[in-house]
């Protein structure tokens, strides 16, 4: 679920700009300008206010993704995806979050009732395919789980058996197939990147991060997203995800050359 079409040269130049010119779909426009603007509001209210905006922005996401679903256009254009409960093969790979995202499930987790057995579980992960949170073929964080998970329809399920079946199949995915819906992906794409735009435009680190040991990482530190508004170094580096957006260069503006790979 690595497979923006966004490098991080085309990253930087969407969260440089005053506007999201650089993205290419209007779909994807529109998640991108109203995730940053919630972000951008919640800004101000620090850290806590920051990390609740992650679920309104998964309420907005999902409420665009539900409107371009139900027009015409759509219904009538666009082959059906084949997903469905059950069918769990897009889990057998790794999924980048933004921290935020992370910091966002780490609350869910602590606060829901069935909390307790899902933390073990991502406690006892070491590493490795499935995703922790597939059981019986089924998200058991599905409410919270991250933009990339919810972006990903694929027409064919006999092409995402015969992919994530394989032993060597990549480790974050291969590119998506031939078929699959471009409209979700361009939502929780363009959700994505709103959500770190205006923390790198405040010179705020907000790196995607490799979620399953990124998570395992804050699960038991309910203090890591403060530790974070403060400059403090939460997340191992190498749950980053370098490629994703460019990293911030303190006392510097984000301008600053990527090192993406």
């Known amino acids: 679920?690595?497979?923006?079409?966004?490098?991080?040269?085309a990253a930087l130049r969407a969260m440089t700009s005053t506007t999201s010119g650089g993205l290419s779909s209007p779909i994807r426009d529109a998640a991108f300008e109203a995730v940053r603007t919630l972000v951008g509001a919640a800004m101000p209210k620090g850290p806590d206010a920051v990390v609740a905006a992650v679920g309104e922005v998964q309420a907005y996401a999902e409420g665009l993704w539900a409107s371009v679903r139900a027009t015409p256009a759509f219904a009538l254009g666009t082959k059906p995806a084949?997903?469905?409960k059950g069918c769990g093969w897009c889990c057998h790979q790794r999924v980048g979050a933004t921290v935020t995202e992370v910091f966002h499930v780490?609350?869910?987790?602590?606060?829901?009732?069935?909390?307790?057995?899902?933390?073990d579980r991502l406690k006892a992960w070491n590493s490795g395919r499935p995703c922790v949170f597939l059981i019986d073929n089924a998200c058991a964080i599905y409410d919270v789980r991250p933009m990339k998970c919810r972006?990903?329809?694929?027409?064919?399920?006999?092409?995402?058996?015969s992919t994530f079946a394989k032993q060597d199949?990549?480790?974050f995915g291969p590119p998506p197939s031939p078929e699959f819906q471009q409209q979700p992906k361009d939502v929780f794409d363009g959700a994505v990147f709103g959500l770190a735009h205006p923390l790198h435009m405040a010179g705020r680190d907000c790196?995607?991060?490799?979620?399953?040991?990124?998570?395992k990482t804050v699960i038991d530190r309910p203090d890591a997203a403060r530790a974070w508004w403060r400059g403090e170094t939460v997340f191992p580096a190498e749950a980053r995800l370098h490629?994703?957006?460019?990293?911030?260069?303190?006392?510097?503006?984000?301008?600053?050359?990527s090192r993406g790979r």
């Open 243 to 257: 490629d994703w957006f460019p990293p911030v260069k303190r006392g510097k503006s984000p301008k600053a050359k």
């Open 207 to 215: 790196p995607g991060v490799d979620f399953v040991p990124a998570l």
């Open 82 to 84: 084949g997903c469905a």
């Open 151 to 161: 972006g990903v329809y694929q027409v064919d399920v006999r092409w995402c058996m």
């Open 106 to 119: 780490a609350n869910s987790l602590r606060r829901r009732p069935d909390g307790a057995p899902l933390i």
């Open 169 to 171: 199949a990549p480790l």
């Open 1 to 9: 679920m690595m497979n923006s079409p966004f490098d991080a040269t």
